[in-house]
């Protein structure tokens, strides 16, 4: 039987933490996870974001049993029971595993919940922001795209970029120069009445809010289209929004200091619709 010696930061752990320590998910960003907001006690579009957990998790192979995910839904149950207002992550794991790339067939998923209190974050239905656009380019890799998987180091390198507090966001694109996403949100052009989002099918997340923008333009006659958009396209007369499932849908008056058109015609009644669904 082999050895393992293991410590973090100097100290020997043992149980949960060894556990932890040894996870796929840290070792190797073996997973999936959502990040969202518990407000007023209750996660919007909750059935939403589980079944893009469940359907990302599958898309890595990973599967989420019917008792994990029950399991979850109380400990969400416990959350509410202590806090009315959080940001929510849940993160799904191969769970621990021996060294190497090789998942273990015996290995089962591990669902970790993180939330931290937002009683002080401000309403920011209606508000503008300013973004910028990244350096850094996403590369290609169809088979995850549109997953939200652990593996975000070319987030955290675009998110490096800037450290103004003025700069709210950080649009990026990939090889090809073409627009994807921001480093934590999907976005779209609005030109007149009509909507334009990028493809999400060589790199970039699919988000739920994306998915709930979408759907309210169904919904009410809008017309939206998933297409790919140059960079050149932000520097028509157009406007643009940026979505997460945290910060809602917000409008963005400047790119690099540049003004865009401002705030569009249908926001308020789309923000209105997102924030009640």
Not at 41 to 59: E, S, T
Not at 203 to 220: D, F, S, T
Request: with cysteine; hydrophobic share 45%; net charge negative.
């Amino acid at each position: 039987m082999s050895t393992v010696f293991l410590r973090v930061d100097g100290e020997p752990v043992e149980g949960q933490g060894a556990a932890l320590a040894t996870d796929r998910g840290l070792g190797y960003g073996d997973g999936v996870f959502r990040t969202m907001r518990l407000r007023a006690g209750a996660i919007p579009a909750w059935a939403l974001h589980r079944a893009k957990l469940v359907a990302d998790a599958g898309r890595i192979g990973l599967a989420i049993g019917s008792e994990a995910l029950d399991r979850l839904e109380r400990d969400l149950g416990d959350l509410v029971a202590v806090c009315s207002e959080a940001t929510v992550r849940i993160t799904v794991t191969a769970g621990s595993g021996p060294r190497g790339y090789r998942r273990s067939p015996s290995t089962a998923a591990r669902i970790l919940l993180r939330a931290e209190s937002t009683d002080d974050l401000p309403t920011l239905a209606g508000e503008s922001v300013a973004v910028r656009l990244c350096d850094l380019r996403l590369s290609f890799q169809p088979r995850l795209a549109g997953v939200k998987h652990l593996n975000r180091l070319e987030q955290v390198l675009a998110r490096a970029e800037w450290d103004d507090p003025a700069t709210a966001e950080g649009l990026m694109l990939d090889v090809e120069d073409t627009l994807v996403c921001g480093t934590m949100s999907n976005l779209f052009i609005v030109e007149g009445e009509r909507l334009s989002t990028p493809l999400i099918d060589r790199c970039g997340v699919a988000g739920v809010q994306r998915h709930r923008i979408l759907e309210w333009a169904r919904r009410n006659g809008v017309e939206a289209v998933e297409q790919r958009l140059p960079a050149e396209r932000l520097h028509g007369e157009v406007s643009v929004l940026v979505s997460n499932s945290v910060l809602g849908v917000r409008w963005v008056s400047h790119v690099d200091q540049r003004a865009l058109a401002g705030k569009p015609t249908m926001f308020d009644a789309l923000t209105e619709w997102v924030d009640r669904a």
